[in-house]
């Protein structure tokens, strides 16, 4: 029995060696292992030894943390050294961290616990200081910003400035994240923690969800709403390129109040000097009004137990892109559908001279008299306003061909002979921007499609889209349910998409698509 026992802490003594090293086991040292099994193996056992029939047994190492009891089959001995390796990394961690000291090269260089936690009172001796009032909230936040980026950057979320320490992070899962945090904030030590089940990690995680100190539900609000303001201007839509912004500060339709002013004359003054009276005249202007748009999401039991740290990017990027897209198809749908707008006619009609009500494809004289219609609007006081052009609005496969209208710079025409000047080109290639969207071709379908001019909304408004008091990306909050399992999220925005001016707007109605 005694060469058993030998063998059995040469064993020990060839994973401790590749656990110290942050390493599996070489090919040499499998094949001792394995030879020295073979050995335990062939040898009978004995009784009244104190050690499990099965062969298995538990030690302490040199550093006193616990290591997991060697069975007998390899790949569970290499496994058992794996988390044993964890677990000093993961208390070394956050001993340097309670001490302000680097963790990487105690970590790296296969130190003991034992020997860091020596080192860390040292440390804090020689550099130890006056508790000062908000460090701990420094030190709190930081290892949150941190946790954050970590989370993100394992889910495969791309963090251009990660917060210092998310590199070391990284690997964590949220299981580790959480006994991180519970570490931090005393509610054990992480050596403790370890030992707990998912299972009850988790009851834990939701008796925090509602602690507006707890780290874990924080790290997990900052990484969400890292992700959604991330993946919200990622999304790629088109309306913003010719839609005005506008802000709203409440949901009532907007107040009566608002005019244009305009009118009012400056005559000229006689020999007497005597300056005549004169008063602006004004024009009410269309309302505005917001509308709540939302949903909830959930982190489950089950995603946490499963370590399903992926939700944390693809279920709020997923809403931050739905919200997005919803935004650029009601805009769409606008000018598609064309509604009655605030004087009762439809929004672009022969009354408003901004409509072509006979469809057809881009052409040079289509374009140009497009152009010259634009330029024709006078403003709600009878004055001429001389709307230029500044995007051309087509459904895809469009783009092309008007891009090549305004990209060619000589022409035949008829009178004036080959090789003309496109005065569409010398005078609005620059000017004009062609975007093409892909909703106008879902929205007509088989049906002719129509096509778009649109000025600079800065100098004449078109569509305007609202949002509650300017914020432009979705908000969410930690809600409660009664009777769900699991943490829960609301996200919503507030916006109202509203046709302000006619006057910036001018269609086509178009033809059939090909294809």
Known sequence: MKNKAKWIQRQQEIV?????????????????????????????????????????????????????????????????????????????????????????????????????????????????????????????NNFRDAARDAMLMQAGVEVEKPAQGAEALRGMSLRDFLIE???????????????????????????????????????????????????????PCTFELWTSRGTLTDFKPSKEHEYALGGGEFSKVGEGGELKHSSLQTEMLPTRKLDTYGTTFTMTREAFINDDIGFLASMP???????????????????????????????????????????????????EQMIQLMGMQIDQFGESIMVEPSKVIVPVGMGMRVNQILGTAEIDVEG?????????????????????????????????????????????KGVQVDYLNGVTTPTFRRSEKAGHLGFLWDIWLDWGINAVDFRGLLRNNGVKLNG
């Open 181 to 235: 945090s519970m570490a931090r904030s005393g509610e054990g030590t992480t050596t403790e923690l370890l030992r707990r089940s998912r299972a009850d990690l988790w009851d834990t995680a939701v008796r925090q969800f509602f602690s507006p100190t707890a780290d874990f539900p924080a790290i997990l609000d900052n990484a969400i709403k890292k992700s959604i303001v991330q993946q919200y201007a990622l999304v």
């Open 16 to 140: 401790s060696a590749a656990r110290a090293a942050g390493r599996g086991l070489t090919a040499e040292e499998q094949a001792e292992f394995d030879q020295l099994q073979r050995q335990i193996d062939a040898e009978p056992d004995g009784q009244g030894n104190g050690e499990p029939d099965n062969g298995q047994r538990g030690h302490s190492t040199s550093n006193g943390s616990n290591v997991p009891n060697l069975g007998t089959n390899p790949a569970d001995v290499e496994r058992q050294a794996q988390e044993a390796e964890r677990q000093r990394a993961s208390d070394i961690i956050a001993l340097c961290r309670q001490a302000g000291m680097d963790p990487d090269k105690y970590v790296l260089n296969g130190d003991s616990v034992d020997k860091v936690r020596e080192a860390a009172v040292d440390h804090l001796l020689k550099h130890g200081a006056p508790v000062v009032i908000g460090a701990r909230d420094e030190e709190q």
């Open 416 to 460: 004036i002979g080959s090789h003309t000047v496109n005065v569409l080109n010398s005078q609005y290639r620059s000017k004009i921007q062609v975007v093409e969207e892909g909703t106008l071709n879902v929205l007509a379908g088989d049906k002719a499609c129509p096509w778009f001019m649109v000025s600079d909304p800065r100098l004449v």
């Open 317 to 367: 990027a997923q809403y931050a892109r739905k919200a997005k897209r919803k935004i650029n198809r009601q805009v769409y749908e606008l000018i598609y559908e064309n509604p009655a707008v605030f004087d009762g006619a439809a929004l672009f009609d022969a009354i408003h001279r901004n409509l072509i009500a006979t469809g057809s494809a881009p052409s040079i004289s289509v374009l």
